[in-house]
């Protein structure tokens, strides 16, 4: 089945501690996206690519890392400079549609609590 | 500035009672709008989407919504809600350009009433 999945479901971190959260696809979407989300808050992008070895920071990427070594994967690392990890997180991929528009899919998400 | 307005923080319907979620948008170029729900701890699932043409949009699970260009909204409405369709519901706006990010309203909470 063709999809995005995200690992680990949940994850635990202790202070000053660097983790990694995996989000990989086989739709064969160029652009991949990280969101995150808090309650009430909807969801806020953190990072994007939209091809191979390429990424632009989104609205808040302090203290948050990717890389895009693959198109299949697009790894988050979230850095002890981030004040306030704990959150859900949410990656997703798009295809591009006849006329230039974009449709994203979206995987179950990582839970993350700093202890 | 682009935003999302979902105004209703939490909505309890009726089971069997219609059901209307709101959203604005305000967006500098032409926009494609789309509706997703999310079940807790869960992903979000496309309901439905508008890229153009006719303004009113059918969905998945029985819903339709409606672009409004000269009210800037785009709200979602099922005639008969059903208890599974407690979830939180998310509004969300993009550009006709590849591999640009979405942007999301804050979200709108259903509850179902029996």
């Known amino acids: 089945d063709g999809g995005i999945t995200q690992s680990p479901k949940y994850l635990f971190r202790k202070e000053g501690q660097n983790v990694t959260l995996s989000c990989e696809q086989n739709?064969?979407?160029?652009?991949m996206y990280w969101y995150r989300q808090d309650p009430g808050q909807g969801l806020r992008l953190i990072y994007y690519?939209?091809?191979?070895?390429?990424?632009q920071k989104g609205d808040i990427a302090e203290g948050y890392s990717v890389s895009r070594e693959k198109k299949e994967s697009f790894p988050l690392t979230v850095t002890s400079a981030q004040k306030n990890p704990t959150a859900f997180y949410l990656c997703?991929?798009?295809?591009?549609?006849?006329?230039?528009?974009?449709?994203?899919?979206f995987g179950p998400g990582t839970r993350l609590t700093v202890l | 500035a682009q935003s999302v307005t979902q105004p209703d923080i939490h909505i309890t319907v009726s089971e069997g009672a219609s059901l209307e979620l709101r959203c604005n948008y305000s967006?500098?170029?032409?926009?494609?709008l789309f509706w997703y729900v999310q079940s807790p701890g869960q992903g979000l699932q496309l309901l439905l989407k508008?890229?153009?043409?006719?303004?009113l949009v059918q969905g998945i699970k029985g819903f339709e919504a409606e672009f409004k260009r000269s009210q800037s909204s785009f709200n979602l409405r099922k005639p008969s809600v059903h208890w599974s369709d407690a979830a939180e519901y998310f509004c969300?706006?993009?550009?006709?350009?590849?591999?640009?990010?979405?942007?999301f309203g804050k979200g709108t909470t259903l509850s179902v009433s029996s």
């Open positions: 997703a991929s798009s295809r591009q549609l006849a006329g230039g528009y974009n449709e994203q899919f």
């Open positions: 739709l064969n979407h160029d652009a």
């Open positions: 690519s939209q091809i191979v070895n390429d990424f």
């Open positions: 967006y500098g170029a032409t926009p494609y």
């Open positions: 508008y890229f153009s043409g006719d303004t």
């Open positions: 969300a706006v993009g550009a006709r350009q590849a591999g640009t990010a979405l942007i």
